[in-house]
């Protein structure tokens, strides 16, 4: 058997100490398949004494994480601890720069300064790889980067937070409302204590713009992801949406387009979306994450699987631990640093779409003759208006209404004729309908 591939592991949490178990249990089994076995030398965390369930006698302990980068008996190292900047995003660019290869499943770092570790991996002849940062479990990079790498991606979308769809999916089991199943997700383990990357959509646009790189070939571009999380969404959205046939999911879209001046542009958006009941990615409930990829040879294919967790998540950085040891070292981003375009934001003002808008109104008569009156002096066609009969607490009714398709600059425009109007008691929900 081939020398082993030396592993210097920084982060024992939750992914960290599964992938010991995995390398542990797996061992052997990965070590025929890679061709030489994956052996774990260092290991760092900040406490030394925690007990982690796991056995770390065999390793070298390191206090200080950073200097993994340094040991002459490492081939590479596996970055996981998370944070867009700090310790990991020192030894991200120390491991690279002393040019070992850098496993990672860390998607706040790869949004923020993948472009720069990319270049600087590639600039040394080492391999970088995140597959584990985006929809853990599932391979759903390697099948863009590899089984899919004969297409032309035309849209790429999803479900990309399993924190969110578990509360979306749970509000709409048991028709309770956000905050108390947040609470209720926090104590089961599937929310953070502080859950605002979650919630926000945050994370969802990490991974999204991550995805969107590959797919098109874009320079990552994390800033320009329109991003809206679930904590607006109250249980009677959910039902409205049921009752039109539809499921709210947060999803992640990316697809391309032609911009004015016959530029390629990106558009990247993350918020909920209606999902109607017979599309793949209304089926998928609590913390799974789906993704789908449309090929212009392929059609669509969908990945979907365990976005978290430590096993799921292990799984996919030992997937990349063992491309390392066959001698894969591959693109970061598929093609060269320097080969990936700058796509310009695409503006989202002429996309078609039909929309589902909810209004808090106050009680009294004439708000639904103003909100129609503002659609239509904005050019929404209004296909189905529904106010809901008994009053909300405080005296509010919701009034919810779904468009017909029409450009998305006309539905903005509606909003802002409504701005400021004494008859909304809170400013207005939009979400799009997803179409099958
Ligand atoms: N959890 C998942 O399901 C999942 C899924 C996909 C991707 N990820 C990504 O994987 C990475 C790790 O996530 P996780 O859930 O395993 O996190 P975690 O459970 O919070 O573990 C983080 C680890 O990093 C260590 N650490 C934190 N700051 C440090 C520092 N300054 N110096 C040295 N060690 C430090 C911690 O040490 P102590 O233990 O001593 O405190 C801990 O062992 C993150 O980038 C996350 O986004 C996680």
Redesign the pocket.
């Known amino acids: 058997m081939a020398e082993p591939l030396r592993i210097a592991l920084?982060?024992?949490?939750?992914?960290?100490?599964?992938l010991i178990r995995l390398i542990q249990a797996n061992g052997d089994l990965i070590a025929r398949r890679a061709g030489r076995p994956l052996e774990i030398v260092a290991v760092?965390?900040?406490?030394?004494n925690?007990d982690?369930g796991v056995d770390l006698s065999g390793f070298a302990w390191e206090d200080?994480?950073?200097a993994m980068a340094q040991r002459q008996d490492v081939d590479v190292v596996v970055?996981?601890?998370?944070?867009s900047d700090?310790?990991?995003l020192t030894l991200a660019r120390n491991t690279l720069a002393s040019g070992k290869a850098l496993v990672?499943?860390?998607?706040?770092?790869i949004a923020h300064h993948g472009l720069a570790l990319a270049a600087s991996a590639e600039a040394q002849g080492v391999a970088l790889k995140f597959e584990?940062?985006?929809?853990?479990?599932i391979p759903v990079i390697k099948g863009l980067r590899e089984g899919a790498a004969a297409n032309e991606i035309e849209r790429i979308y999803g479900i990309l937070n399993?924190t969110c769809n578990y509360i979306l999916s749970t509000m709409e089991d048991t028709g309770r409302d956000f905050g108390d199943v947040l609470k209720e997700a926090q104590e089961l383990g599937y929310a953070e204590a502080d859950p605002t990357f979650d919630v926000e959509g945050i994370?969802a646009a990490h991974k999204l713009s991550i995805l969107a790189a590959i797919a098109f070939g874009a320079k990552i571009d994390f800033a320009s992801v329109e991003t809206e999380g679930i904590a607006r969404l109250r249980a009677a959205d959910i039902e409205q949406a049921a009752a039109l046939g539809y499921v709210i999911r947060l999803i992640g879209i990316a697809d391309t387009e032609t911009g004015a001046k016959g530029e390629d542009t990106l558009f990247q958006r993350v918020c909920p979306y209606l999902v109607p009941r017979d599309h793949p990615l209304a089926n998928v409930g609590g913390p799974t994450n789906a993704v789908v990829a449309e090929g212009n040879f392929s059609g669509r294919l969908l990945f979907q699987g365990?976005?978290?967790?430590?096993g799921?998540?292990a799984s996919?950085?030992a997937a990349d631990l063992i491309d390392i040891a066959r001698g894969e070292i591959g693109m970061p981003f598929s093609v060269p640093v320097g080969a990936l375009e700058a796509m310009p934001r695409a503006d989202a003002g002429h996309r078609v779409a039909r929309d589902y808008l909810r209004f808090m109104v106050a009680d009294r008569p004439g708000v639904l003759a103003e909100i129609a009156a503002a659609m239509r002096d904005a050019g929404v066609s209004i296909e189905s208006l529904i106010q809901r009969g008994r009053p909300e607490e405080g005296g509010e009714v919701m009034v919810s209404l779904v468009t017909h398709e029409g450009p998305e600059a006309h539905v903005d425009r509606a909003l802002e004729l409504l701005e400021g109007s004494p008859s909304l008691t809170e400013p207005p929900l939009v979400m799009q309908l997803l179409e099958s």
């Open positions: 920084a982060g024992l949490g939750t992914v960290g100490a599964g760092s965390a900040r406490d030394r925690k982690r200080d994480m950073t970055e996981l601890v998370g944070g700090g310790p990991a990672t499943a860390n998607k706040a770092m584990a940062a985006v929809a853990g479990g399993g994370d365990a976005g978290a967790g430590d799921p998540t996919a950085v």
